[in-house]
Every structure is written in C-alpha cells, then in structure tokens.
C-alpha cells in the first residue's frame, strides 16, 4: 500500500502502474500551473511595468480607493495630492491603476 496512491485514487493500487500514479500527479501540476500560477505571474508582471512607468501629473487610483495625482516619485513611494493642498505618501504597492479615463 502506496501512500501516494492512497491519497491520488482515494484507495490503494492493487496491481496497478507506479508510473500511472506519477503521471497523474504531474497532471495536476501541470494543470495548476497553467491555470494559476501562469496567469498570476503575468498579471503581476504588467502590474509592475505600470508602476515603473508613472510620472508627475499621473492620476491614479490606490487600494484603499483613494484617487489622487501623483506629485513626488521617491525610490519606495509616491505623493499624491488628493485635492487642493493635501497631499499623501503612499508606498509605491498600493498603486492599482490610472484613472485618467474617470472622470472625475
């Protein structure tokens, strides 16, 4: 009795193939990989190109849902003015997406 089969088919393989239980096994890698990992990494990576490319005068959008444009580019944060005269330091992660095409 095989703990790997056990925990794959739900019961032992009596006579069956080692190397079916592994194929199956790297199936279902394969398959979270493509279907999870994959799309993530891509979606962080356009994330990240998107925050390398903002400028002074950007108007952005931040997790907390604070709209605002950017006034300051420093190394691990921005300062965005939210209205006249206030501004806030955010940390360059919690950037989400320009909201130039919102009218504000």
Not at 26 to 34: E, W
Not at 36 to 49: A, F, G, T, V, Y
Not at 69 to 93: H, M
């Amino acid at each position: 009795m095989n703990l790997l089969n056990v925990l794959l088919m739900g019961q032992p393989a009596e006579g069956g193939s080692p190397y079916a239980s592994f194929l199956m096994l790297l199936l279902i890698i394969v398959v979270f990989y493509f279907f999870m990992i994959r799309p993530q990494m891509k979606r962080q990576k356009e994330l990240r190109k998107f925050r390398e490319s903002l400028q002074k005068g950007d108007k952005v959008v931040t997790t907390g849902g604070i709209y605002g444009k950017i006034d300051t580019i420093k190394e691990t944060y921005f300062v965005i003015e939210i209205d006249n005269n206030v501004r806030v330091k955010i940390d360059k992660s919690a950037v989400l997406k320009d909201s130039s095409d919102i009218q504000s």
